[in-house]
């Protein structure tokens, strides 16, 4: 009797974790061959918590919860979960409403205005490309800092610069001011609180700012995070719109390669998928 019952507990152990892991979160068509979880699928099939995806030749439809779609290009691999894609290798473009994230090197891309669609690509040098198509998209790092606001016909690229703290900044922006706090909008949309001695002599100028920043809660209830500043210089007019690269908490972040040439190209895709 007792061996029974023992029969009885591990079964329904088993049902009980198998139903857990088994709730369906959306659907994928293929357009040719297609891996999850390293079974070859040809067609539709069904998406859980957890599913790796592959692709070889051809492209992939993802469509998940709250109306997410996502287009996986040819040669690329990423780990789905209900809120987010980790993207192991290659492009995948993101058309979402919600507050899905997808996830490449470290850096975290999620959309910031309604309808957004944009591309992540991650190169084999590692570097992280980010172009908005539609709406804008935030990148942060894996502290949950804000880096940069990619907009409509933007492409940033983004890569991790080693040896360096997380808290390290450097960057060309406006300074300006307000209720006796002084603050500091880089180049590519963010906006910080920054402390120093001598602020108010830069107020309406460009600047190249270098300093450490507090991370942690530092954004909790959209409050910018704080740059205490090492040395502040007036910029001119060269900035980064001039080509020219930054480090924000240890990420470089520049122009990506032949911007023009690909939001051209993935703009054609974004109307190829809408179809």
Known sequence: MLRKLLVVAVLLCVVSYASAGTVS??????????????YLVKGNATLFDGSVLETGQATADLRLEKGTEIRMA?????TLYRDHLVLQ???SELASSASFQLEANGFHVTPIEPNSRGVVTLTQ???VEVAALNGSFGVANAQGILLAS???GQALSFAMQAGTGSAVFSGVGLVSSENGRFYFTSDVGVQYEVVGKDLKRYVGQKVVITGTVQTGAAQAGGIAPVITVNSIRTNGDAGYGAGKS???LGAVL???????VAIHA???SSTAASQ
């Not at 659907?27 to 061959?33: H, K, M």
């Not at 040819?74 to 990423?78: I, N, P, V």
């Open 254 to 260: 520049g122009p990506a390669a032949g911007a023009g």
């Open 74 to 78: 040819t040669s690329s691999r990423g």
């Open 150 to 152: 990619v907009r409509p």
């Open 246 to 248: 930054f480090l924000i």
């Open 25 to 38: 979160i959306g659907t994928v068509s293929a357009r040719g061959d297609l891996r999850i979880d390293s």
């Open 89 to 91: 290798r290659g492009e």
């Open 125 to 127: 040098s590692n570097t």
């Open 266 to 268: 993935l703009t054609q």
